[in-house]
């Protein structure tokens, strides 16, 4: 029993990580899944809110990097 359990055990192994791959690089499944679901999550009003965010964000640390070298010199 031992040898076809080792088989059974090798033959999931193999084949789980193969059939996720062909799964995931199916354009069709992932253009229709995928993707619309991104869109459910975060519509392109919030994206460009966040991006606003991260914008401000970058100001605010460039302004603290150029004052703190200001000062340094």
Request: charged share 35%; hydrophobic share 40%; no cysteine.
């Amino acid at each position: 029993m031992g040898v076809k359990l080792e088989i059974f055990r090798m033959i999931i192994y193999l084949t789980f990580p193969v059939a996720m791959f062909w799964v995931s690089n199916q354009a069709e499944w992932f253009e229709g899944y995928v993707i619309q679901r991104k869109r459910e999550l975060w519509p392109p009003e919030k994206l460009q809110e966040i991006e606003e965010f991260k914008e401000r964000l970058r100001k605010r640390r460039e302004e603290k990097l150029l004052r703190d070298a200001q000062q340094k010199s």
